[in-house]
């Protein structure tokens, strides 16, 4: 996987993959070696203990009665006495959680600060090689050698397309990694290169791909045709899964689950399910009623990550922020590890006057002209399915079954909400021209969602730069933005801005008259 000069650690790397490729393949099959993860456990402790974040709160008396601890019984009898790391204390202080001095890391990388400051998270190599296995081991039911793959992640600081590339090479599976560059959003290039090499994967966030598809429809290109998504980096629900199978005639997988500061603690399986890192993370629930493993029961709550394969930055009981759910279901591809449903963060909803409006409500409705979803069934609106088969696209592990935009109909292909005093404004991208009946009728379909406030449809040509947002956005990366807190006005682009300007400034005229 690695090619390095040193011998010597190129045969401890040699003996650290035979290891953990049993380790995980004993999870999946249901028996998890007990004692290894508690020496894991312990070892993580121990590194802990030498870092600066923890200097403050984790005792030698507590490390000490970790190694005089069986293995087996080290994490249930240690743990609880663990002290909890929000989110603020490692955004402030990130560099601190180091054990080894830079020069041992291989990369450099930050958290793309979607949900807080940028957090260090540099790779290290047992690191790089334990999150690789564990996410190549599970991609390996999808994807064969005969695949090739377009890797599309504009973040050159986060770790992610990095760690696909790898998992890529572990499968050995052909990929490429163009950049795109935000202001121009010129995807001339890489759609050449998905025809001309027959790229039939792709993997990156959603919108990502949104964009491109965009750029193919502006300027007469011919849309990508792939076999299968690999879909990260945002909340992606059911209504969204549909909407890109709709367009792209693809199987979407959500494909994994983590932060650039956890790794990887959960992966897509062949049937869609997101299957937690069990040989890798000792994981926690927390609500209002208390702390507890996870132990495959069926639960919800926040999820809390103590790391067991990251000694070089370990995190204790880490407070992600994500509500998620453990289904409690076994899943049919037979890997034995616990079942995670995304529920999304507090901040994944329009609050508006106390009630909320999930990123998979609207997109119901948005995408309801599609076939890809009813205005009037919006589900449960505190859930966000995180897999696709939990979308109702199809249980089976044939492909999709969804079809293709109807030639020369208009639909939404990608949008942004901006909120203003009492308006919001949704700004979309098309497939087609949008005539003024289209947003009317379209304007009419959502505007339910949003009870004593004035809706705005705009259709535009392209949108905003995604990553460009940051922390500012509620939906990760792209979805909403509250210009009520007047510092975002600075976070708008000039073409959109004066979008957004002149609609607000029509409707104070309107009402005014």
């Known amino acids: 996987m690695l090619l390095l000069r040193d011998t010597t650690t190129t045969r401890e790397l040699a003996d650290a993959v035979r290891d953990h490729t049993a380790l995980v393949r004993d ?131 986060a770790p992610a397309a990095y760690q696909f590339e790898k998992v890529l090479e572990y499968l050995q599976v052909l990929s490429l990694r163009p950049w795109v560059d935000n202001i121009t959003g010129d995807y001339t290039r890489v759609l050449r290169l998905t025809r001309e090499l027959g790229v039939n994967v792709f993997v990156g966030p959603p919108s990502r791909l949104l964009e491109m598809i965009q750029f193919a429809y502006r300027n007469d290109e011919p849309v990508p045709a792939f076999e299968k998504l690999f879909l990260m980096a945002e909340q992606t629900g059911p209504a969204f899964v549909r909407h890109l199978e709709r367009l792209t005639g693809a199987r979407a997988y959500v494909a994994a689950y983590g932060s650039s500061e956890t790794g990887t603690t959960a992966v897509t399986c062949e049937h869609r399910n997101l299957h937690l890192q069990t040989q890798s993370y000792v994981l926690e629930l927390d609500d209002a009623s208390g702390t507890r493993r996870v132990d495959g029961r069926p639960d919800r709550g926040e999820l809390v990550v103590t790391t067991l394969d990251i000694l070089a930055r370990p995190l ?85 079954r969804v079809t293709a935009p109807r030639p020369g109909t208009t639909h939404v292909l990608n949008y942004m909400l901006v909120i203003r005093d009492r308006t919001i404004l949704c700004l979309a991208t098309t497939t087609g021209e949008a005539d003024a009946g289209w947003t009317e009728a379209t304007t009419r379909r959502i505007a339910g969602l949003f009870p004593g406030y004035e809706l705005a449809l705009r259709p535009v040509e392209k949108l905003p730069p995604l990553a460009s947002l940051g922390q500012y956005l509620g939906w990760k990366l792209s979805r909403v933005l509250d210009l009520n807190d007047d510092r975002n006005w600075d976070r708008l682009p000039a073409p959109i801005r004066g979008v957004v300007e002149t609609t607000l400034a029509e409707y104070a005229s309107t009402t005014q008259s």
């Open 316 to 400: 204790l009981r880490y407070r992600t922020g994500d509500l998620v759910e453990i289904t409690g279901t076994d899943c049919p591809c037979g890997v034995a590890t616990p079942l995670l449903r995304t529920l999304g963060r507090s901040q994944d909803l329009i609050t508006l006057e106390g009630n909320g409006i999930r990123q998979n409500d609207f997109e119901s409705a948005i995408w309801a002209d599609d076939g890809n979803g009813d205005a009037g069934d919006t589900g449960d609106a505190g859930e966000t399915a995180a897999t696709a088969e939990q979308a109702g696209v199809g249980t089976d592990a044939d492909g999709p």
């Open 27 to 157: 999870s999946h099959a249901g028996h998890p070696d007990q004692a290894s993860l508690g020496r894991k456990f312990t070892a993580t402790l121990r590194a802990a203990a030498g870092s600066g974040l923890y200097a403050d709160t984790l005792g030698p008396a507590l490390v000490a009665k970790a190694a005089g601890t069986e293995p087996e019984r080290a994490i249930g009898d240690l743990l609880t006495q663990l002290p909890f790391l929000p989110k603020k204390a490692l955004s402030e202080g990130g560099h601190r959680a180091f054990t080894r001095g830079l020069s041992e890391f291989l990369h450099y990388y930050e958290s793309s600060g979607t949900t807080g400051n940028p957090v260090a998270a540099p790779k290290a190599l047992d690191d790089l090689v334990a999150n690789t296995i564990n996410i190549g081991e599970l991609w390996a039911r999808i994807l064969s050698p005969a695949d090739r793959a377009l890797i599309l992640i504009n973040a050159p600081f």
